[in-house]
């Protein structure tokens, strides 16, 4: 699986846009780019996920450059309950035989300031 | 949005006892999961689990470890004899499909905290 890389940390102030850049070099052309939220005491939660250009849900958007080594992950307006640890997570690759092993890095802590 | 649902929140135990942590995947979810977190360190993968059988496990998952879906609803987690660093959060989650593209999803519970004591 792809490693990834991303800040180990962030700050913002609340109203402001963030974004949060992931590399991952080694991306092999089946694997899809996968972003998740964890929040203290709390299991990591879905946000988005993409293969190539931008994806936007109603919670952010997620920019993927056209050789795919690196995305961004962009919360718009942020709020202090945004203040949470982001994971960047690459593959396992579409028609793999692994089945939900997700590998998680350290993330990026965001911390939003009022 | 549908939950999944781990009980109990805090499990404290001695070294060398056996622990069960329960979980309730989402109902219609066929792929279930156990991972775990250190404090301060990486979420970690321990084992998939589908139609009754183990699917993948890492190498944490050594023999002092096992699951269960004893019936249509509750899946488990079982450690046979606690060691010290068995404690950890550990994140029960599901999924309706094996594969996790096109937006698939792992639902992870809210944790079970162990502390061997």
């Known amino acids: 699986l792809a490693k990834t890389t991303q800040p180990i940390s962030m700050d913002s102030y609340e109203g402001q846009e963030v974004n949060i850049t992931c590399s991952h070099n080694?991306?092999?052309?089946?694997?899809?780019i996968t972003w998740y939220q964890q929040f203290p005491s709390q299991g990591p939660r879905f946000i988005i996920q993409?293969?190539?250009t931008k994806v936007t849900n109603e919670v952010a958007s997620l920019f993927i450059p056209a050789d795919r080594k690196s995305s961004t992950l962009s919360l718009p307006r942020v709020s202090l309950s945004d203040t949470a640890v982001y994971y960047c997570?690459?593959?396992?690759?579409?028609?793999?035989?692994?089945?939900?092993?997700?590998?998680f890095g350290q993330g990026t802590t965001l911390q939003v300031k009022p | 949005e549908p939950e999944v649902t781990q009980t109990p929140s805090h499990q404290v135990t001695q070294m060398g006892q056996e622990v069960i942590l329960r979980c309730v995947p989402i109902?219609?979810?066929?792929?279930f999961y156990w991972y775990r977190q250190i404090l301060g360190q990486k979420v970690e993968f321990l084992v998939s689990?589908?139609?009754?059988?183990?699917?993948?496990k890492s190498e944490i998952f050594d023999d002092q470890f096992s699951v269960e879906r004893p019936d249509g609803s509750n899946f488990t987690l079982k450690i046979r004899s606690t060691k010290l660093e068995d404690s950890a959060m550990y994140f029960c989650?599901?999924?309706?499909?094996?594969?996790?593209?096109?937006?698939?999803?792992?639902?992870f519970g809210s944790g079970t905290q162990l502390s061997v004591l």
């Open positions: 989650a599901s999924s309706l499909r094996r594969e996790l593209v096109d937006n698939e999803k792992l639902f």
């Open positions: 080694n991306i092999a052309t089946n694997d899809y």
């Open positions: 993409g293969y190539k």
């Open positions: 997570l690459v593959g396992p690759p579409k028609g793999s035989s692994n089945t939900g092993k997700l590998i």
């Open positions: 109902s219609n979810h066929l792929y």
């Open positions: 689990f589908y139609n009754n059988e183990i699917s993948e």
